[in-house]
């Protein structure tokens, strides 16, 4: 079963992440972040399709993120050689630099027919209650305003095909059973907000 698998690495991930591990620098984080900038910016905001935004990410969402990728939990072959050997506090301090950039949204245009749509299932689905008021993330739960639409939607569809588990199976409960046309309208109504 699926989430007994998860269960033990996550309870481990959990002690480490927990009052143990130091606060992340973002100085440092910057210093060991070059060879991130190619794929996600020098400042976290991607123009790459399919790679995503970090900046202004919640810190806990992006070590949690790291942590996955370097146990395979998130498995991701082109991030798996970035986050291999790193120690817990390489993760925080990557994800404090992140956190402290600014993200400066590049979304498509807006087609309000997917916007209308997108922000009728957000309040039904209550998208805001874990990932924030105005999506801005909070805690493990990622930020999804402004984030790039190519990628939300993947993530989307990655959640429904069970295809990333994630740090909880919250995920892939909240948006079961949904239609293709539904993921896309979400992903674009996040896309939209500031
Ligand atoms: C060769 C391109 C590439 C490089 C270099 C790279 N990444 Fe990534 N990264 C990706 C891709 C692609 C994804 C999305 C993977 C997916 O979900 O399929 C990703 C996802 C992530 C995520 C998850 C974000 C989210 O919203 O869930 C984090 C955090 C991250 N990368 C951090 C880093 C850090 C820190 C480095 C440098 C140590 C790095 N990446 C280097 C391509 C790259
Ligand atoms: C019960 C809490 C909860 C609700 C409700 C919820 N989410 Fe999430 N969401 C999470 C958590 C926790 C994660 C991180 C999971 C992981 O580790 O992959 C997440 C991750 C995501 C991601 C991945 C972000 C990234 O950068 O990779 C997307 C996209 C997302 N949620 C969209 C939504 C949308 C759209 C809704 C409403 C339809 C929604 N979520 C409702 C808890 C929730």
Do not use: W
Not at 5 to 33: C, H, M, Q, T
Not at 99 to 110: F, M, S, V, Y
């Amino acid at each position: 079963m699926t989430v007994l698998r998860i269960a033990a690495p996550l309870a481990v991930a959990l002690l480490l992440a927990s009052p143990a591990a130091a606060e992340g620098d973002a100085a440092r984080g910057k210093a060991k972040a070059e060879q991130c900038f190619g794929c996600h910016g020098e400042t976290g905001n991607s123009t790459m399709p399919n790679i995503p935004s970090l900046a202004q990410q919640p810190a806990a969402y992006t070590f949690f993120q790291l942590f996955l990728f370097r146990e395979k939990l998130r498995n991701v072959p082109t991030m798996t050689p970035f986050v291999e050997g790193r120690s817990d506090q390489d993760l925080e301090d990557f994800a404090a630099y992140f956190a402290g950039q600014k993200l400066e949204p590049d979304p498509e245009p807006r087609d309000d027919v997917r916007f209308q749509r997108g922000a009728e299932l957000s309040q039904r689905l209550r998208c805001a209650s874990c990932h924030g008021a105005g999506y801005v993330g909070q805690a493990q739960m990622a930020r999804l305003a402004g984030q790039r639409e190519d990628y939300t939607l993947m993530a989307l569809e990655q959640y429904q095909k069970n295809e990333r588990t994630g740090i909880d199976t919250n995920m892939t409960a909240v948006i079961y059973g949904l239609p293709a046309a539904d993921l896309a309208a979400l992903a674009h109504y996040m896309a939209q907000q500031k």
